[in-house]
């Protein structure tokens, strides 16, 4: 089947405006991530999904960054207001379950530039 | 808190030398280790991890507790293996990865 996709690939926007990234995960994958990979830097854990549990929103980095995932489905990470330091790519990736020892599949990425 | 260390960030081989790609991990328990790779124009992926002690593409991976390190090793580089290599960390009870910076690998003809 198809593997994780991410709309859209790229994204070009201007300080301050919001954003929304979309990522379809693989079917029936229970476990959803949200990653941002900056210039030079690993990839930053921002928050992940489990089934109908509470996401773990550790790794958001401020109150502007936001995502929801419908049942085990699409989710959207949005950025409020955004800013320079934003840019990134942002990456998704799914798992069957949310467990250490399960595969994580990862999306192609959304690049964000924020001028 | 944890942390994964790549000391490298290009490392530059002969293809047929050998290669050893560092990773060092700062973890108070019993992490599992990962290597993710990242070829030209393809996404991140999974090569190898600690617990399947499995072979991938010739490479291995060998946990060492003692110097809290997770060095990826192959014997003999192919021009193929040229990508971004990230070594990743999981905590027994939390799933997100922690990642190194990565260390880009060029083997050279």
């Known amino acids: 089947g198809a593997g994780v996709s991410q709309s859209p690939s790229n994204k070009v926007t201007e300080k301050g405006k919001d954003v929304e990234l979309r990522c379809d995960p693989i079917?029936?994958?229970?476990?959803l991530y949200w990653y941002r990979q900056r210039l030079g830097q690993g990839l930053e854990f921002l928050i992940y999904f489990q089934g109908n549990s509470a996401p773990d929103k550790s790794g958001l980095p401020s109150d502007r960054f936001s995502a929801e995932r419908t049942g085990e489905s699409v989710s959207t990470l949005t950025i409020q207001r955004t800013q320079q330091e934003d840019s990134a790519v942002y990456l998704c990736?799914?798992?069957?379950?949310?467990?250490?020892?399960?595969?994580?599949?990862f999306g192609p990425g959304t690049r964000l530039t924020v001028l | 808190a944890q942390r994964v260390t790549q000391p490298e960030k290009l490392l530059s081989v002969f293809k047929g030398a050998p290669v050893e790609l560092k990773c060092n991990y700062s973890?108070?328990?019993?992490?599992?280790l990962f290597w993710y790779v990242q070829y030209s124009r393809q996404r991140l992926q999974l090569l190898l991890r600690h617990i399947s002690r499995e072979s991938i593409k010739g490479f291995t991976a060998d946990l060492n507790k003692g110097e809290t390190s997770f060095h990826l090793k192959k014997p003999f580089a192919q021009e193929e293996d040229s990508a971004m290599y990230y070594c990743a960390l999981s905590d027994h009870g939390n799933t997100p990865l922690v990642f190194g910076k990565g260390t880009r690998l060029s083997v050279i003809a």
């Open positions: 990736a799914s798992s069957v379950i949310a467990s250490y020892t399960d595969t994580q599949y």
């Open positions: 973890y108070s328990g019993s992490p599992e």
């Open positions: 079917s029936g994958h229970t476990a």
